[in-house]
């Protein structure tokens, strides 16, 4: 988000839409609607306004998140 001291990060559900997410924000970014939301990962629904979007990174379902030293 523009003017916000850091990015949001949202997880979402395994079974998740990314192809329907895409393009609910192309439709946000060309002003089709005010406010995107997202449900996450617990089923919190997220608003953010779509004047405020900065960028936004979609990762694939198979991504994990590495911790400690390995590869």
């Known amino acids: 988000m523009t ?3 850091r990015e949001i990060n949202l997880e ?4 998740a839409d990314r192809d329907d997410l895409k393009s609910r924000v192309e439709a946000a970014l060309a002003g089709a609607s005010d ?10 629904d997220v608003g953010v306004p779509a004047a405020k979007i ?9 991504s ?8």
């Open 35 to 44: 406010v995107l939301w997202v449900v996450d990962k617990r089923g919190n």
């Open 64 to 71: 994990t998140r590495k911790i400690g030293f390995g590869d």
């Open 3 to 5: 003017q916000a001291p």
């Open 54 to 62: 900065a960028y936004v990174e979609i990762g694939s379902a198979e």
């Open 12 to 15: 979402l559900a395994d079974d």
